[in-house]
């Protein structure tokens, strides 16, 4: 099974490229993007040594998917996936923020809270709550988006408007489009028999109008539980069984990392990676309600630079 972890395409009309931390970005003609869903994979802000592989494939269906399921919410960048591992779109320009929204207290919300804070992003969290409880309403903890390498930041409604970062009106939007995708997702979640505890988005404007950009209710931009034994596990203090990419969290943790200075990242054996991988079909399966079909990795870049030209020439 190959990963693909490096692009380096030159597509018809392409004016530049930008590698992300997972997703390589081209601009055609600067009026559409190809975004290529690679098998990196990312863990505290920074991008592990082996690729997984299937994960582009995975990541980029789902997203497709859960854009195609909101298109009456909002209007979103994607135009076409050309292959299991792109999608072309709209291009944006993007807000320098994330749109985190939260329906249930865990992750680095709780680690925050543990801490005694009972203020998240400008938002008065309540006394008494305990790990994984869920909200009395979800609500907008926003980030600053990082540059690779640097960490994301907790930012206020406040400071965004004081920065200039998105004018009140665009904000209003993004608020309101934020959680009408997060109720929409959980929607969809409840169907599988799962939570959509916290997800992001990230929005941009295309001709005076705000764009969803990027993925959205993916493993790697959210969280899930399985509701069966969600109150049972909550009420004993026990730790949830959830669907996201906390388990590769947990084990860089365990294995005495973080993403701090002078750590090493742990080595990854082809069992871990296999067993990443598979954790991510379990995921893409439970997210979806459909079986995972993989595709030939025998050669995956030749295979999307011949799918993505093929289309960009229509």
């Known amino acids: 099974m190959q990963a693909l972890t490096k692009t380096d395409f030159n597509f018809p009309g392409q004016k530049s490229v930008y590698h992300g931390k997972v997703r390589d970005v081209?601009?055609?003609?600067?009026?559409?993007?190809?975004?290529?869903?690679?098998?990196?994979?990312?863990?505290?802000?920074?991008?592990?040594?082996?690729?997984?592989?299937?994960?582009?494939?995975?990541?980029?269906?789902?997203?497709?998917?859960?854009?195609?399921?909101?298109?009456?919410?909002?209007p979103n960048w994607k135009t076409a996936t050309p292959d299991p591992m792109v999608t072309v779109g709209v291009m944006c320009e993007g807000f320098p923020?994330?749109?985190?929204?939260?329906?249930?207290?865990?992750?680095?919300?709780?680690?925050?809270?543990?801490?005694?804070v009972r203020e998240i992003c400008g938002v008065k969290l309540p006394e008494g709550m305990k790990e994984n409880q869920k909200f009395p309403e979800p609500i907008i903890t926003p980030t600053?988006?990082?540059?690779?390498g640097e960490h994301d930041a907790d930012i206020s409604k406040e400071e965004i408007l004081a920065k200039g970062l998105a004018t009140p009106e665009e904000y209003a939007v993004l608020e309101k489009y934020t959680m009408a995708l997060f109720n929409r997702g959980t929607e969809i979640a409840a169907e599988r028999g799962l939570i959509l505890v916290d997800t992001k988005y990230e929005f941009g404007k295309h001709n005076g109008t705000i764009y969803l950009m990027d993925e959205i209710h993916t493993p790697d931009s959210s969280r899930y539980f399985y509701s069966e034994g969600y109150q049972e596990r909550f009420e004993k203090g026990e730790a949830q069984k959830q669907l996201s990419k906390e388990f590769v969290r947990e084990w860089l943790m365990d294995n005495g990392f973080q993403g701090k200075e002078g750590q090493q990242v742990p080595e990854m054996?082809?069992?871990?990676?296999?067993?990443?991988?598979?954790?991510?079909?379990?995921?893409?399966?439970?997210?979806?309600?459909e079986q995972f079909?993989?595709?030939?990795?025998?050669?995956?870049?030749?295979?999307?630079?011949?799918n993505?030209?093929?289309?960009?020439?229509?």
């Open 26 to 74: 081209y601009n055609i003609n600067g009026e559409k993007l190809v975004m290529v869903a690679t098998d990196r994979i990312s863990a505290f802000d920074v991008v592990l040594p082996k690729g997984i592989p299937f994960k582009g494939q995975m990541l980029n269906q789902i997203a497709a998917k859960f854009l195609d399921a909101t298109t009456d919410i909002c």
């Open 97 to 116: 923020i994330e749109m985190i929204v939260r329906g249930y207290l865990c992750g680095s919300a709780w680690r925050t809270y543990k801490s005694g």
């Open 144 to 148: 600053t988006k990082a540059e690779i």
């Open 269 to 289: 054996t082809d069992e871990i990676v296999a067993s990443i991988s598979e954790r991510y079909i379990e995921l893409y399966e439970h997210i979806t309600g």
């Open 293 to 306: 079909v993989k595709e030939d990795t025998s050669n995956i870049a030749s295979r999307i630079e011949k």
């Open 308 to 314: 993505v030209t093929e289309y960009l020439n229509k």
